[in-house]
């Protein structure tokens, strides 16, 4: 069973464009629900429902620009035509570096242990709830922020680093 508690509701995704989120999943109401949750999250959402499908979109994201580019993949594992892994060995196999927080049904500590070890980012087992799923997300795309910085937005003074295009500094 799905968790229909709230999702959080206060702070919206803090970046400059919308962070943008393709979620692979079969089962319509489980993505229509995260699609929207998402969405109210503030970021932009492509739903996908199919293993093929996806694939083939993943393929096409190679030659899009900076603003197209996606930031974050919520993927089932069990899927029509291609399963999840495969689809996450393709992006890996492309030197794909998207953050990619897989979903699974299967609840064995070895499905979760391969889950991990294939190089998942995170891994999440339904049930679960839409606030764990936000936080996930909220906290995935906050490292990849993090760690897509240039280099120039960052000084460091002794234990001081400052990030220009935030305008914060922070103490280490
Ligand atoms: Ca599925």
Redesign the pocket.
């Known amino acids: 069973m799905l968790s229909l508690e709230a999702p959080f509701s206060s702070s919206k995704a803090q970046l400059t464009k919308n962070a943008r989120i393709l979620v692979i ?3 319509d109401l489980l993505r229509n629900f995260i699609g929207v949750t998402l969405k109210e999250e503030g970021y932009d959402v492509i739903e996908m429902s199919d293993g093929q499908n996806a694939l083939n979109f993943l393929q096409s994201q190679e030659t899009v620009s900076m603003d197209e580019m996606l930031d974050l993949i919520v993927l ?1 594992l ?2 029509p035509q291609v399963n999840g892994l495969d689809i996450f060995r393709f992006l890996r196999y492309q030197v794909n570096t998207v953050p990619v927080l897989i979903l699974s049904a299967k609840v064995s500590e070895t499905d979760r242990v391969l889950g991990l070890e294939v190089g998942a980012d995170d891994y999440l087992t339904k049930p679960f709830s839409m606030r764990e799923l936000v936080a996930r997300c909220r906290a995935l795309l906050r490292r990849q922020q993090y760690l897509n910085v240039p280099q120039t937005a960052v000084k460091q003074f002794k234990d001081v680093m400052i990030f220009n295009e935030e305008c914060r500094a922070c103490v280490s």
């Open positions: 999943e079969d089962e089932d069990m899927l």
